[in-house]
DNA sequence: ATGGTAGTCTAACTA
């Protein structure tokens, strides 16, 4: 099966991409990050006459997740455990024994801003959250908008997004560290070594013409999935299209 | 060093 995470930057104007992705790459499941739309909002009807199931958590102009399938999902989650906040940035859902959790994870602005300190607290309350559901679920995905590049493979310049930097941040690494410490691990690194292959662009300065990017999409599997992932991609193609999100879908496959 | 673009919404915030 195929396992997708893809932040949209509004599902409103990239519901046409999605569809047409959709229709490309026939994944199972598909995990999407801002989707700027409130729930009354959200285009299931358009997705079910894909084929699609979908759950949601959402919210005006800003944030919002959802989970979308091939397979109906049970057991919703969203809200962190114990972190109940009003930004919708989690949605976790169950696929026969499969656990997927996905992720929109705070941007920070800048390494010391109070939206930095809010990034690692939210993470720690992740952290705890992740470390129960793997616990109850030992096949788990946790994949979404991490923004945090693992390292310096990652980016297009290490100069640049550095240590001090927002999303390459000593802490923000240390902080994804220990999600993986749990025992999850970077799927696309165990099958690319490689660096330079990015999953987000910034619209600015012609940042996809030039591919100044960065790795923060990412899908983590759990030990008992680590064998199962027979591949790891990044799909640039949408991001070619015309009126494109910044980020563009990152994948995995699973075999049973 | 600055500003560059996009989305939501028409002012300013977020990324």
């Not at 700027?36 to 006459?49: N, Q, W």
């Not at 199931?53 to 109906?72: C, D, H, I, M, W």
């Not at 923060?216 to 009126?243: N, Q, Y």
Request: glycine fraction near 6%.
């Amino acid at each position: 099966m195929k396992i997708a995470s893809w932040n949209v930057n509004s599902l409103n104007v990239r519901l046409p991409h999605l569809l047409e992705w959709l229709k490309l790459q026939q994944p199972d499941i598909v995990g999407l990050q801002e989707t700027k739309l409130d729930d009354p909002r959200f285009p299931d009807d358009a997705l079910a006459a894909a084929g699609y199931r979908s759950v949601f958590t959402g919210q005006k102009t800003y944030n919002g997740v959802a989970l979308v399938s091939k397979e109906p999902p049970g057991d919703v989650v969203t809200d962190i455990p114990g972190f109940d906040h009003e930004q919708r940035r989690v949605i976790a859902a169950s696929y026969g024994d499969l656990r997927v959790i996905n992720l929109y994870v705070v941007n920070g602005k800048a390494v010391g801003d109070e939206k930095y300190e809010f990034k690692l607290r939210w993470l720690e309350a992740v952290h705890a959250w992740i470390a129960d559901e793997l616990a109850r679920h030992p096949k788990l995905v946790v994949m979404g908008d991490f923004n945090i590049a693992p390292d310096d493979r990652d980016v297009h310049d290490p100069a640049i997004w550095n240590a001090d930097s927002i999303l390459t941040s000593t802490a923000e690494r240390a902080a994804l560290k220990r999600l993986l410490d749990l025992g999850l691990h970077d799927s696309f690194r165990l099958h690319h070594d490689d660096g330079g292959v990015f999953s987000w662009w910034d619209y600015r300065a012609a940042g996809f013409r030039r591919d100044l990017g960065l790795r923060i999409d990412l899908l983590l599997v759990s030990d008992a999935l680590r064998g199962k992932c027979i591949g790891a991609e990044i799909d640039r193609e949408p991001r070619t299209w015309e009126r494109p999100s910044d980020h563009t879908p990152a994948l995995i496959t699973l075999v049973s």
